[in-house]
């Protein structure tokens, strides 16, 4: 989610706090979500919690101001909605070690909702390119380091130092598993994450970007079965190129043009592309969305598992 430079330039990156200021009208948290986050932060009143959920938004939308940032996409679950949510929490019930990777983080609930789930805790890694939003994350859920010991790598997916493309595993990989507290990049998880999760991530890039972040972190994933990638992200029903409005403010709209892919190209990617054909299952299904503006837009539910 949080690598949108890639996408926006650094005028707009300067104008758009200013022209797209913030607005609370835009805050909404009920049912599950409020349960969480009274929970997770100790808050229960509705109005101081939105007093302190406003606070931290104002901190991250100073370090970029992203349009997820602005609409408060930060306190509502991507993860525990999409495919396979409970075969990962399996994965972390019964796989001895299960690794648990989210790519692209931000401020982290995802995996602090599969932590209160049941995933072991000291067993998820989450990665952005900012480590500012992490920061926020203990701020926004009134955690520490100790309280919430998942590990954070900060890094760009790009940087091979990071992430390095590497074949994906058909065999158990001979280095052994890391130690995770120790890391400083993604590379030493070759072949040892069950599970990756990446929402609002892949639809920042070109296709051959796409492709490039596909293949590394196919590198990454455990060659053993069940074991799995799953996300969401903008697509078309036939793959190509939209148009995408990400913020409206008192001087007009902005929006960008982002590659979309289709349930078949994206099947295509995964099954034959990065991995051998036939060694994955990939499952997908396209869903509709409000975004931003009121705008109805698609989007891709899916699942990449071993077999």
């Avoid at 996408?7 to 009208?25: A, E, G």
């Avoid at 009920?30 to 007093?51: N, P």
């Avoid at 406003?54 to 525990?80: D, S, T």
């Avoid at 609002?200 to 492709?211: T, W």
Wanted: glycine share 8%; charged share 20%; with cysteine.
């Amino acid at each position: 989610m949080s690598e949108l430079p890639s996408l926006v330039t650094d005028s707009l990156k300067d104008s758009l706090s200013q022209q797209f200021p913030l607005d609370d009208k835009l805050y909404s948290l009920e049912g599950d979500e409020l349960k969480f986050m009274q929970a997770q932060t100790g808050i229960t009143d509705e109005e101081e919690l939105k007093k302190h959920i406003l606070k931290v938004q104002a901190e991250a939308y100073a370090v970029y101001p992203y349009p997820c940032i602005r609409l408060f996409r930060f306190i509502h679950f991507k993860l525990p909605k999409l495919l396979g949510y409970d075969r990962l929490l399996k994965l972390g019930e019964e796989r001895p070690n299960a690794i648990l990777l989210d790519l692209g983080c931000c401020f982290g609930n995802d995996v602090r909702r599969a932590a209160a789930d049941g995933f072991p805790v000291k067993q998820i890694v989450a990665s952005d390119l900012h480590a500012k939003y992490w920061d926020l994350g203990h701020k926004l859920f009134r955690t520490t380091t100790e309280s919430f010991p998942a590990k954070f790598v900060s890094g760009d997916v790009f940087d091979p130092a990071h992430l390095a493309i590497v074949p994906p595993f058909y065999a158990p990989p001979a280095d052994p598993l890391p130690d995770l507290s120790t890391l400083t990049s993604l590379n030493p998880l070759r072949g040892h994450v069950s599970a990756i999760h990446t929402s609002s991530f892949f639809h920042l890039f070109n296709e051959e970007k796409q492709a490039h972040i596909a293949h590394a972190i196919g590198g990454l994933l455990s060659p053993e079965p069940g074991s799995m990638i799953l996300g969401t992200h903008a697509a078309l029903p036939e793959k190509g190129t939209r148009s995408t409005l990400i913020a409206i403010g008192t001087d007009g709209q902005s929006t960008f043009n982002l590659f979309a892919h289709s349930p078949e190209s994206w099947t295509e990617l995964w099954d034959g592309e990065v991995f051998k054909k036939g060694t994955v299952k990939v499952a997908t299904k396209l869903i509709e969305r409000e975004g931003t503006g009121g705008r109805i837009v698609m989007f891709l539910v899916w699942s990449v598992t071993r077999l």
